[in-house]
């Protein structure tokens, strides 16, 4: 299977799971705010929303996909009443071009009318003050043309699908009709607003093997039929190749097998097996790509170039490995090397024993 069928199969089961979730935003809003789901996912045009397991959502807009050098926005806001919006700019520097240069710190334009330069932020970022965020969202409301500027460049920002994706974070956080919506504001208080979910806490377990190692002819013969119909859907000239093995504890081992190459991403299908045979093999992850200390890692490029990417991770707890990370950088735009934000659907706290 190849690494763009993989790819469209995973958007497909994930957008589904998404739309379940829009599906229960959809339905008729009380004055009591509805139980929202763990975590969901839309997007609309140029605007993409994500918002985690605690409810805290964050919305990120790009320029279109033909505009270079391109910008991206992004806009958290943590759920709870009267919670503040942060935002935050980046604008493309892919290739260092910057390097020696000076651009300088950005302006904002609304309809080419400068609002002053942008306040300097974490890694790279730039941040608008309170006057220039109330000028940008007035302009998205109003579809009102939107660019940074600094001495080297002019990105071209879009705010297509802006209302939607902020229509929908204020469904999630129950804020319609109450005076804290982004979008849709009504004379409620925002005392019946969904709360911020506590963080899942995740206790990791000590394992023996750090590391996994190959496993020998002899555990391969042992090892590999019982778990051949587990790897049916793999390529079998990865399959063909050395499988490797880590015991986890006593009683348990972690297996992975090589299960599909492409351009630029590969995948390893991982199992816990009981060393007595006294229980069926658990199915892990079925494309991985790394084990450490007790930890599985899936870490996939969107594309070759590497200007976004997506992860996961399952962590030992001494019975099984929990989910523990599930999260992405966002659009392939080009705006940094490794993506530009950190736009999770799962989060956790894994503390060890």
Not at 21 to 45: D, E, G, I, N
Not at 117 to 140: V, Y
Not at 157 to 170: E, I, N, P, Q, T
Not at 340 to 348: G, I, R, S
Request: hydrophobic share 40%; proline share 5%.
């Amino acid at each position: 299977m190849t690494t763009w069928n993989r790819t469209s199969t995973a958007l497909l089961k994930r957008n589904a799971r998404f739309l379940m979730a829009s599906l229960v935003l959809l339905l008729p809003l009380t004055v009591h705010a509805a139980p929202a789901p763990a975590s969901v996912s839309f997007s609309h045009k140029d605007w993409d929303l994500v918002c985690d397991n605690t409810l805290t959502c964050r919305a990120a807009g790009y320029s279109t996909d033909d505009t270079d050098p391109a910008a991206t926005v992004l806009l958290t806001r943590e759920a709870g009443p009267a919670t503040a919006i942060s935002n935050q700019v980046m604008l493309a520097d892919y290739d260092g071009e910057a390097g020696g240069k000076h651009p300088g710190a950005p302006l904002l334009l609304i309809d080419a009318h400068s609002l002053g330069r942008l306040l300097p932020a974490d890694e790279g970022a730039w941040q608008m003050t309170k006057t220039q965020f109330t000028a940008f969202m007035q302009a998205l409301r109003q579809d009102t043309k939107i660019s940074f500027a600094d001495n080297l460049n002019q990105y071209i920002f879009s705010g297509a699908g802006a209302s939607a994706v902020l229509l929908k974070m204020d469904a999630v956080q129950g804020r319609i009709g109450t005076s804290g919506a982004l979008i849709k504001k009504g004379n409620r208080s925002e005392s019946g607003v969904n709360m911020p979910v506590p963080l899942p806490v995740i206790v990791k377990a000590p394992v023996q093997d750090k590391q996994s190692r190959d496993m020998t002819p002899a555990e391969m013969a042992l090892i590999k039929p019982a778990l051949i119909k587990g790897v049916a859907d793999c390529e079998v000239e990865q399959i063909d190749k050395t499988w490797q093995i880590a015991n986890l504890d006593e009683k348990h081992s972690l297996v992975s097998a090589p299960c599909w190459m492409a351009a630029y991403n590969s995948g390893d299908v991982y199992f816990v097996i009981s060393k007595d045979n006294a229980s069926d093999p658990i199915k892990v992850a079925e494309s991985a790509t790394s084990y450490d200390d007790g930890s599985i890692e899936f870490a996939m490029k969107g594309r070759g170039l590497g200007d976004c990417w997506n992860y996961k991770e399952w962590v030992w707890d001494g019975k099984r490995f929990v989910p523990s990370a599930d999260w992405d950088t966002g659009r392939c735009r080009l705006i940094r090397p490794g993506g530009a934000w950190n736009l999770p659907l799962l989060k956790t706290h894994v503390a060890t024993r």
